[in-house]
């Protein structure tokens, strides 16, 4: 697939058709790592991070834990 740039500001944008964004899981809301190995440009979802992991489930935990207490507190 060829694809050009687009002006955006005073940068460039380069748009992602639906179908690639959905084959991958991405919104807008998905971080992605974007590196070069010098000749090629490299754009993929990043991988969570082991600290982001471990807030992920420490989290859930807390949710399982005292959801109704949150859910009390938030009415």
Request: charged share 25%.
């Amino acid at each position: 697939m060829i694809k050009k740039l687009t002006k955006h500001g005073n940068s460039l944008a380069l748009v992602i058709d639906r179908p690639i964004l959905d084959l991958l899981h991405i919104d807008a809301d998905t971080p992605l790592d974007i590196s070069t190995d010098g000749t090629q440009l490299l754009i993929a979802p990043a991988k969570p991070s082991a600290r982001r992991a471990k807030f992920g489930a420490a989290q859930a935990w807390a949710h399982r834990r005292y959801g109704n207490a949150f859910q009390k507190l938030a009415e």
